[in-house]
């Protein structure tokens, strides 16, 4: 999700803009940006090329998260809104366990491990080990070009990746959709179709005391997974029903989701996009990857789609 601060800010402008445009019958658009796992369960190792990425922002230096995964040793695809206006080096782990708990002991900038404590030696060798045992790399983030920042559903283009600055090994990188593989679902279909979200968001659920109304919680910061049914496919999103009490699936994206994957028949078909409510219990916004102005930008950096 984008950090806090500026999440607010422009998610609380546009919220506004949008009620207003819909109450003119004018558009019907997303009214939240991207979202963490509601339902499913903890992923462990199912999906072991999915990461947590980390940004930092030049106002305050502080982290924000989003959620990726390896397509080839060196890159991985995320979303655009996580990879644009960054600063510095993005820094990536695909330890299924962050933080059980807080604090998170993220470090404090790209270059300083969790204890604070520069880390002369992650610069040159691109990875390193934290005292918990998390490995994390360095990579650069790029966003599409025609990235439309939320404002033309017809031409969103919200996709970004992660160059590291050296390949992974012992991970097998996801297969990328073949062009047009969303469009072969029959429309009838899409609804009875389930689709494998994955990322490092935040939970849904009722606290352990006070009010039980069902909130996303940033603790366990984990890799989870969950399935949900189609709901409507565009030109560039496919559109899913992430309410985790639709017994035709097990649950939804949340904040933290944004970047990470969504699986059908072995490929990688999305990037989670966005949400349209604040206790993700309602549709998720996927961006396609199985279209051309995604597949031909991806070359560029070598990726390429599965034959």
């Not at 402008?13 to 509601?38: E, K, N, Y």
Request: charged share 15%; hydrophobic share 35%; glycine share 10%.
């Amino acid at each position: 999700m984008l950090h806090a601060s500026r999440a607010r800010l422009r998610g609380s402008v546009r919220t506004i803009l949008l009620a207003m445009a819909a109450v003119a019958g004018l558009v019907t658009v997303p009214a939240l940006t991207a979202t963490a796992i509601t339902g499913g369960a903890p992923d462990g190792e199912g999906h072991p090329n999915v990461a947590v990425i980390l940004f930092y922002d030049e106002a305050d230096h502080l982290r924000y998260r989003c959620s990726a995964t390896l397509v080839t040793p060196t890159v991985l695809v995320t979303a655009a809104h996580c990879t644009a206006d960054t600063v510095g080096k993005t820094i990536v782990s695909f330890s299924s366990t962050i933080a059980e708990a807080p604090p998170s002991g993220f470090p404090t900038a790209p270059d300083a491990a969790a204890d604070g404590t520069s880390q002369s030696g992650y610069t040159q060798s691109g990875v390193f080990t934290d005292s918990r045992g998390r490995v994390w790399r360095f990579g650069t983030e790029y966003a599409h070009p025609q990235y439309s920042d939320f404002t033309d559903l017809k031409n969103w283009n919200d996709v970004g990746v992660v160059v590291l600055d050296t390949p992974v090994t012992g991970i097998a990188p996801a297969k990328i959709a073949p062009a047009g593989y969303l469009d072969q679902i029959p429309r009838s279909q899409l609804a009875h179709t389930l689709f494998t979200i994955v990322g490092y968001g935040t939970e849904v659920r009722k606290s352990d005391s006070g009010p039980q109304k069902p909130t996303p919680m940033s603790y366990p910061l984990i890799r989870r997974v969950a399935d949900a049914p189609g709901q409507k496919l565009t030109p560039q999103i496919l559109q899913i029903n992430g309410n985790i009490n639709d017994t035709r699936g097990t649950g939804g994206s949340c904040f933290g989701d944004s970047g990470g994957p969504t699986f059908r028949g072995g490929y990688q078909v999305t990037v989670t996009s966005y949400g349209y409510t604040a206790n993700c219990r309602y549709l998720d916004g996927l961006q396609r990857l199985d279209i051309p102005v995604v597949q031909n930008w991806l070359a560029t950096f070598g990726v390429h789609p599965a034959a």
